[in-house]
């Protein structure tokens, strides 16, 4: 089989994790609404867990410490000025109809998504037994957060099919990502690291500023120890291919 097909089949397939979150809200909508909280702590988790623990240690290696973390802190107030822009055009009267929060998941997730699809196409190019390993632990460390994020769509505000819709698209761009370095890998390959800490960045705001603030408006002790074991426990799916494959 040609190579370019094996990476486009891949990449393809690490798409259609984006449905697995659909898959568990359109059976269980009602139950997701429900655990709003608790499906926000799993996402906290996730998303903090991908960019402590997978997305800046990548680029980190990729590059220095010194080259990636002022990327980090670009990212942080990129997607803050881009949220500022968001509330201003989709928000009157402080009034919003779906959550700003919304599209910056989903701009985050396109982003994180098309250097998934590079990073899989790499190992390909460099050795196809490197690219299978490589594409089954990106696709088992996307479905927590992909769960994560199609239930975030709903909470805040958007429709589920409009949802689902959104959340694939912006995972299709694992596609253009891999099919674009097969055409140019070596003229993007340095670019990578600059681009995990932009994304790092934009998580972290994600889960700090707009997700957390959530999490107060219940201060019962049990259902903040709930919250603390599903923020641990979204964090802890994300990384658990690293210590399966390796």
């Known amino acids: 089989m040609p ?21 568990l809200a359109i059976f269980n909508e009602e139950k997701v609404r429900r655990a709003a909280h608790f499906v926000v702590s799993f996402a906290i988790g996730a998303l903090l867990g991908v960019s402590l623990l997978e997305l800046i240690p990548e680029a980190i290696k990729m590059s220095s410490v010194e080259a990636v973390f002022p990327w980090v802190f670009g990212g942080i107030l990129l997607f803050f000025i881009l949220e500022k822009f968001l509330f201003w055009y989709h928000c009157h009267g402080g009034v919003c109809p779906v959550h700003t929060y919304t599209y910056l998941i989903l701009w985050g997730d396109f982003l994180h998504n098309f250097i998934d699809g590079v990073i899989m196409a790499l190992a390909f190019l460099a050795d196809i037994k490197l690219g299978i390993i490589t594409s089954v632990a990106v696709i088992f460390h996307e479905i927590p957060q992909e769960i994560g994020d199609f239930s975030l769509l709903m909470h805040g505000g958007f429709p589920r099919a409009r949802a689902l819709w959104f959340n694939f698209l912006s995972a299709s761009s694992v596609m253009i990502g ?43 002790f049990s259902h903040s120890i709930a919250q603390i074991l599903f923020i641990i426990i979204g964090a802890l799916l994300v990384i658990a291919p690293e210590f399966i494959f390796g």
Not at 3 to 15: M, N, Y
Not at 188 to 197: D, M, R, V
Not at 198 to 215: H, R
């Open 3 to 23: 190579l370019f097909l094996i990476i486009f089949i891949a990449s393809f397939l690490e798409s259609l994790v984006a449905f697995v979150g659909g898959a």
């Open 178 to 220: 891999a099919v674009l370095t097969y055409l140019f890998g070596n003229t993007l390959e340095p670019f990578l690291p600059f681009g995990l800490a932009l994304i790092a960045g934009n998580f972290i705001y994600l889960a700090s500023t707009d997700l957390m603030p959530e999490l107060h408006e219940s201060t019962g």
